[in-house]
C-alpha cells in the first residue's frame, strides 16, 4: 500500500460516511416516530427502490470479496458458492416474499403468531431472530476490522479495534436515528456504487482478453497451478467424503437459510402491497444475478491477471483478490489508475460493510422489541415505548457486536456467516414452513422447530472442527471435535423440521382451523393485510 492508496482510500471512505450520515440527519428529522416508521419506513418504498435495497442488504462483504476470492483460488469449487446464494433467491421469490408480506407486520414472529398462542411464539422466533443476526453481525464486524484496516495498509490490532469500534458506532448511529428510512436509502446508495464498480471491473477484465472468455478461462487454468483441474469440480471438496458432505452441508444452508434470514425478510414490509414485495423479489433477483455472473468473470479474472500465488501471500483466504485485481487493472502499483481503481474498490467494500450491518442491527434490534419486549410488557404500554426499547436494543446489539468483534477480530470468522445461514434454515425456516401450509400445525409444534433447528445447530458447531481439534481451529489446543462437519445445516434443518412435526403429533391442542384459513386467504389474496 503506497500513501497515495491510502490518502484517496480514506477521502473515498469519508465521502460515503458523510452522505450516509446526512440522510440519516435528513430522515430523522422528518420521522413520526410510529412502530411503522422505524421497522418498516413507512412501507412507501416502491418495488424498484426496494429491490435495489434488498440486493445492498445481501451482497455482503463476504459476498463481493469472498466469491471472487474463493472462484480465484479453487476455480469450479469456487463458483459453486455463486451457484448457492442465487438460487437462494428463487426460494424467496416462490415461498417467502408475497406469503411473508400478507401474513406479517414487522417479524418473522408476525407470521407464526397469527394463528398461534403470541407468547411462546414469539419469544422463541425472536430468540433465534437475534441469534442468527448477532452470528452475522459479528462476522460483518471483524471482517470490517481486518479488512478495512489491511486496505489502508494498517494491520496493527489496534487499528483493527478502532476500526470495529467506528463501524459499531457508524451503525449504532444509522438505525438509531434513522430507523428503516435511513437504512434502506443507505444501501440503495451502496448497491447502486456497488454494481458501479462492479461492471467497470468486469469491462476492464473483458478488454483485457479482448472479450475472449475460452481465453480467459484457459489462462486462468494455466496461472492456477492446476491445468484442467482447476475448470472442474473436486479441487477445494472433492478430497474425501467429508468434504463432499460438507459442501452439501453448506449448499443446504445458503440455499434455504436465505428464507430464514431476519434482515432479507423484514425488507418485505418495507413496500405496500404483496404484489410490489413479490415485484421487489424479481427486481432484486435481476440485480444479485447480474452481480454473481460479474463475479465469475473477475474470480477467473483475479486468478488470470494477478495469478494465486500472488493472492495467497497477500491473503491465504483470497479475500484481496477484487483490490488486487482492481490495482492491476488500473495500470499497476504507482499509477493513477491503478490507485484510483484500488481506492474506489476499498470505499465500496467499506460501504457494503456498514450496509450491511445497519440492516442486521435494525433486524435484531426489531426482534427484541417488537417480539421479546411485547411478550412482556403490559397489555397497554403504547407502540412508541416499543420503538424507544428497539432504538436502545439497537445501542446495546451494536456494544455487543463491538465487544465480540474485539475478541474475536484475530480468528478466522467465515464460518460464522455459514453458521448463520445453518441456524437460520434450522429454526427460522421450518416453522415458517409449516406456519403458512400445514393446517394441523400447533404452538408446540412452532416452538419445537424453532428450538429443534437452533439448539443442535449450535451444539453441532461447538463440536466441530470448527472450533477446536485442528491446527485451523479456534481454539487448537482444546479438543472436543465429536462432529467431523464443518457446517451443520445437513443435519440441524432436517432436525428442525422433524421437531416442528412431532411436537404438533404430541401436542393435545387441537388447531384452529378458522385461524388457519384466514392466514391462507390472507397469504394467498392478501386481504386484510396491513
Not at 185 to 200: D, E
Not at 330 to 345: E, H, N, Q, R, Y
Not at 381 to 402: L, S, W, Y
Request: one cysteine or more.
Amino acid at each position: 500500500m503506497t500513501g497515495e492508496h491510502q490518502t484517496l482510500a480514506l477521502l473515498l471512505f469519508s465521502g460515503f460516511v458523510a452522505v450516509t450520515l446526512a440522510i440519516t440527519t435528513w430522515v430523522s428529522r422528518r420521522r413520526h416516530g410510529s412502530a411503522e416508521e422505524f421497522y418498516a419506513g413507512g412501507r412507501l418504498f416502491s418495488p424498484m427502490e426496494n429491490g435495489f435495497a434488498v440486493s445492498g442488504d445481501y451482497v455482503s462483504a463476504a459476498s463481493f470479496l469472498g466469491v471472487t476470492g474463493l472462484i480465484a483460488l479453487y476455480g469450479y469449487d469456487g463458483l459453486l458458492y455463486v451457484v448457492g446464494f442465487f438460487v437462494a433467491w428463487l426460494v424467496v421469490l416462490f415461498l417467502v416474499a408475497e406469503l411473508v408480506r400478507n401474513c406479517g407486520r414487522f417479524t418473522l414472529a408476525d407470521v407464526v403468531a397469527a394463528r398461534m398462542s403470541e407468547r411462546p411464539v414469539r419469544i422463541a422466533a425472536g430468540t433465534a431472530s437475534v441469534t442468527v443476526s448477532v452470528m452475522y453481525l459479528v462476522a460483518q464486524m471483524v471482517g470490517a476490522g481486518s479488512l478495512v484496516a489491511l486496505l489502508l495498509g494498517r494491520t496493527s490490532g489496534t487499528a483493527q479495534a478502532w476500526t470495529v469500534i467506528g463501524v459499531g458506532a457508524l451503525m449504532v448511529t444509522y438505525v438509531s436515528l434513522g430507523g428503516m428510512r435511513a437504512t434502506t436509502w443507505i444501501q440503495i446508495v451502496k448497491a447502486v456504487l456497488l454494481l458501479s464498480g462492479t461492471v467497470a471491473l468486469t469491462v476492464l477484465v473483458l478488454v483485457r482478453f479482448h472479450g475472449d472468455l475460452d481465453r480467459l478461462l484457459v489462462t486462468a487454468a494455466e496461472r492456477s497451478g492446476h491445468g484442467d483441474a482447476f475448470l472442474a469440480p473436486g479441487l477445494k471438496y472433492g478430497g474425501s467424503w467429508t468434504a463432499r458432505l460438507d459442501f452439501i452441508s453448506l449448499g443446504l444452508a445458503l440455499v434455504l437459510g436465505t428464507a430464514g434470514l431476519p434482515h432479507i425478510l423484514s425488507r418485505f414490509y418495507t413496500v405496500p402491497t404483496a404484489r410490489a414485495a413479490r415485484r421487489s423479489a424479481v427486481w432484486s433477483i435481476g440485480l444479485i444475478g447480474g452481480f454473481y455472473l460479474m463475479a465469475i468473470v473477475l474470480g477467473f479474472g483475479a486468478a488470470a491477471v494477478v495469478g494465486p500465488e500472488a493472492l495467497r501471500r497477500s491473503n491465504a483466504a483470497g479475500n484481496t483478490a477484487m483490490p488486487l485485481l482492481a490495482l492491476d487493472l488500473g495500470g499497476g502499483v504507482g499509477s493513477t489508475g491503478g490507485t484510483v481503481l484500488f481506492a474506489v474498490v476499498a470505499a465500496v467494500a467499506f460501504a457494503t460493510i456498514l450496509a450491511v450491518v445497519a440492516g442486521i442491527t435494525l433486524a435484531s434490534s426489531a426482534s427484541v422489541a417488537h417480539d421479546l419486549y411485547a411478550s412482556l410488557r403490559r397489555p397497554h404500554t403504547k407502540a412508541r415505548g416499543e420503538v424507544a426499547v428497539a432504538r436502545a436494543a439497537a445501542v446495546g446489539i451494536g456494544v455487543v457486536a463491538i465487544a465480540l468483534g474485539l475478541l474475536a477480530r484475530d480468528l478466522n470468522v467465515a464460518f460464522l456467516v455459514g453458521l448463520a445461514f445453518a441456524v437460520a434454515a434450522s429454526a427460522n425456516l421450518p416453522v415458517l414452513v409449516y406456519s403458512l401450509f400445514w393446517r394441523a400445525f400447533t404452538t408446540r409444534g412452532a416452538v419445537w422447530a424453532v428450538y429443534g433447528g437452533l439448539v443442535p445447530a449450535l451444539v453441532l458447531v461447538v463440536l466441530s472442527p470448527v472450533v477446536s481439534g485442528s491446527p485451523g481451529s479456534l481454539f487448537p489446543d482444546i479438543d472436543l471435535q465429536y462432529f467431523p462437519l464443518q457446517n451443520p445445516g445437513i443435519v440441524s434443518i432436517p432436525l428442525g423440521f422433524l421437531a416442528g412435526w412431532l411436537g404438533t403429533v404430541t401436542s393435545d391442542e387441537v388447531a384452529d382451523e378458522a385461524k388457519y384459513a384466514e392466514t391462507e386467504v390472507r397469504s394467498l389474496t392478501g386481504a386484510g393485510a396491513v
